[in-house]
T-cell receptor, first 116, second 112 residues
Framework: GAVVSQHPSRVICKSGTSVKIECRSLDFQATTMFWYRQFPKQSLMLMATSNEGSKATYEQGVEKDKFLINHASLTLSTLTVTSAHPEDSSFYIC????????????FGPGTRLTVL | SQKIEQNSEALNIQEGKTATLTCNYTNYSPAYLQWYRQDPGRGPVFLLL?????KEKRKERLKVTFDTTLKQSLFHITASQPADSATYLC???????????FGSGTQLTVLP
């Protein structure tokens, strides 16, 4: 099946710094990628939808200036958490749908962000 | 507003029994419904997708039913094994490559 990778898998940073998370579709082209965050024992909450070559669409309550998303190619989307604070500590997961429009959404393994 | 609920935050069953997980939704008419497995500290892994015009779908020991009248999906794991222990998420899919809406998940523990 299709594979989505995320890098890094874990990151610890100091408050006020910025952190970039990469999401790659390894063996398929993804017109659309999605970014989620998940708090312990809670479900995935969609943050934004990222379309290749255009601006991301953010969900209500998600600050676009704080969570910068760039979908530069059909296989790569990045999420940058700017000026991170401890409350940004969470599990960030990306997913991608195949360019062909298939129904299945493939998820990355997630990135655990801890802001000290 | 649309709402999706997975009954039972946690479910414990004995090895060899059939686990049945429930997903109910309101104010929504999904084109598809998807089920995922998530292990601690990992991203969700796709298991099964069922379309609105399908009643039942099977894959090995897994079976999913979809009742659009009741607005409910049931997810069954037969002959359960300790390795099946994980959190299972259902997700509503409006189709057309739009985003999924996830339930809160059911944590399944299969006891040896």
């Amino acid at each position: 099946g299709a594979v989505v990778s995320q890098h890094p898998s874990r990151v610890i940073c100091k408050s006020g710094t910025s952190v970039k998370i990469e999401c790659r579709s390894l063996d398929f082209q993804a017109t659309t990628m999605f970014w989620y965050r998940q708090f312990p024992k809670q479900s995935l909450m969609l943050m934004a939808t990222s379309n290749e070559g255009s601006k991301a669409t953010y969900e209500q309550g998600v600050e676009k200036d704080k969570f910068l998303i760039n979908h530069a190619s059909l296989t790569l989307s990045t999420l940058t958490v700017t000026s991170a604070h401890p409350e940004d500590s969470s599990f960030y997961i990306c997913s991608a749908r195949e360019h062909s429009g298939a129904d299945t959404q493939y998820f990355g393994p997630g990135t655990r962000l801890t802001v000290l | 507003s649309q709402k999706i609920e997975q009954n039972s935050e946690a479910l414990n069953i004995q090895e060899g029994k059939t686990a049945t997980l429930t997903c109910n939704y309101t104010n929504y008419s999904p084109a598809y419904l998807q089920w995922y497995r998530q292990d601690p500290g990992r991203g969700p892994v796709f298991l099964l997708l069922i379309r609105e015009n399908e009643k039942e779908k099977r894959k090995e020991r897994l079976k999913v039913t979809f009742d659009t009248t009741l607005k409910q999906s049931l997810f069954h794991i037969t002959a359960s094994q300790p390795a099946d222990s994980a959190t299972y998420l259902c997700a509503l899919d409006p189709g057309s490559a739009r985003q999924l809406t996830f339930g809160s998940g059911t944590q399944l523990t299969v006891l040896p």
